[in-house]
């Protein structure tokens, strides 16, 4: 029913008949129900607010995205459920004019509770009427999903950016190293014309050197193979395994540094679907930085326990903790706290958990401490998962 014609009922409701009048009440109820239904029905939330900022009308998608109760926020200040808005709070209520509005833009927010979303909303002005003061509309979209996307598309490029440059840098570092190792069997061929005691010494010095060219040289691989979008080779396998595995490596360096490792695990951990190698070095990774964050000792705590959906393996350290500047950016490429850091190595951790279907999740406390907790997909969940979907076929 349009306006104009409900405006042609008003003018003539005293020349209609009742039973006219009430088929027209009747339409007009049904299309009110019909437009609230919509309202009700929609994705994007729609709000109405009023004189200084008052809700007046709330759909149910607009009640979800910023978790509130319309019947109860009637009336109220709507500013608390923008996290201030100040772009209410310099409206001239008394006007409806474009220009009093232009500088209500599309704008985004992050609401935390009850879980983390993205929304973009506009405002548009509801001009007044004889009846009715000016209204705001607000209309409210989810893009989450979207921001996400281009995050991940962000955090591609740079990776790109920073195998590109691995690449070069393994290449270039690649080549002194296979000529110092080519001289190094060199000298070690002309080191037999000299007498047993000198040739021992000098042999045992050129084994060292090789030994270390060949570990650089290692390393140089591993880090390439990190950088990397294979996917991990996974087999089931059991992260205490790993993690003592990785502890053992490093036992000589923790003693030296005087920091205390406790294991705490409980009394059955289950196995999950991983590559061995590439979780070696994320834990291998998490105890060196907990390391170098502790460096006149202390105590790093490992604390694996399964949930229903994750095995969760803890990494605890009494180091010097991380400024919440720097928390939001430990995982970004060259970003890096240390003074001989090169800022990839957290990057590389994330990368490995991700392509294993886990999360990696970072609390901290300057001169407090650091956690980092690593969730992995149970073996057991991923097929019960599958499982379903076929049923649900």
Not at 78 to 90: H, N, Q, R, T
Not at 322 to 330: D, F, P
């Amino acid at each position: 029913m349009s306006s104009e014609f409900f405006d042609k009922v008003l003018e003539r409701i005293g020349k209609i008949d009742s039973a006219s009048l009430r088929n027209q009440l009747k339409r007009l109820s049904g299309e009110l129900s019909m437009m609230e239904t919509v309202f009700r029905s929609i994705q994007e939330g729609v709000i109405i607010v009023g004189h200084a900022g008052r809700l007046v009308y709330a759909n149910g998608a607009a009640e979800r995205l910023l978790s509130f109760d319309a019947s109860k926020m009637k009336g109220k200040p709507v500013i608390p459920l923008f996290g201030g808005a100040d772009w209410l709070e310099d409206v001239d209520w008394g006007k409806a004019s474009s220009s009093d509005w232009s500088h209500l833009l599309t704008r985004e927010i992050e609401v935390a509770y009850p879980e983390r979303r993205i929304l973009s909303f506009y405002a548009v002005p509801m001009p007044a009427t004889e009846d009715a003061a000016p209204n705001a509309l607000v209309i409210l979209r989810d893009v989450t999903l979207e921001r996400d996307r281009e995050a991940s598309a962000l955090e591609d490029e740079r990776l790109d950016a920073v195998k590109t440059l691995a690449a070069s840098v393994a290449h270039e570092i690649g080549n002194p190293l296979n000529a110092i190792g080519i001289h190094l069997q060199l000298l070690q061929r002309e080191l037999h014309g000299l007498e047993e005691s000198r040739r021992e010494q000098l042999e045992g010095l050129v084994d060292v050197a090789r030994a270390e060219v060949g570990r650089l040289d290692a390393i140089i691989t591993q880090f390439l193979q990190a950088l990397r979008h294979g996917k991990p080779s996974l087999e089931p396998g059991n992260v205490l395994t790993l993690i003592g595995e990785t502890l053992a490596t490093l036992r000589p360096e923790i003693e030296n540094r005087r920091i205390e490792v406790k294991v705490a695990s409980s009394s059955k951990i289950p196995n999950v679907l991983l590559d061995p190698g590439q979780i070696k070095q994320v834990f291998f990774n998490l105890v060196k930085n907990a390391m170098e964050a502790m460096p006149d000792g202390g105590s790093l705590e490992i604390a694996i326990s399964a949930g229903d959906a994750f095995l969760r393996i803890d990494f605890l350290d009494s180091g010097i903790g991380i400024s919440e500047e720097s928390l939001g950016r430990i995982f970004e490429p060259y970003h890096t706290t240390k003074e001989k850091g090169t800022g990839l190595g957290l990057m590389i951790v994330k990368r490995i958990v991700e392509a294993h279907g886990g999360q990696i999740e970072v609390s901290s406390r300057e001169g407090r401490g650091t956690r980092f907790r690593i969730l992995l997909p149970l073996a057991e969940r991923r097929i019960r998962k599958l499982t379903d979907i076929r049923r649900g076929i």
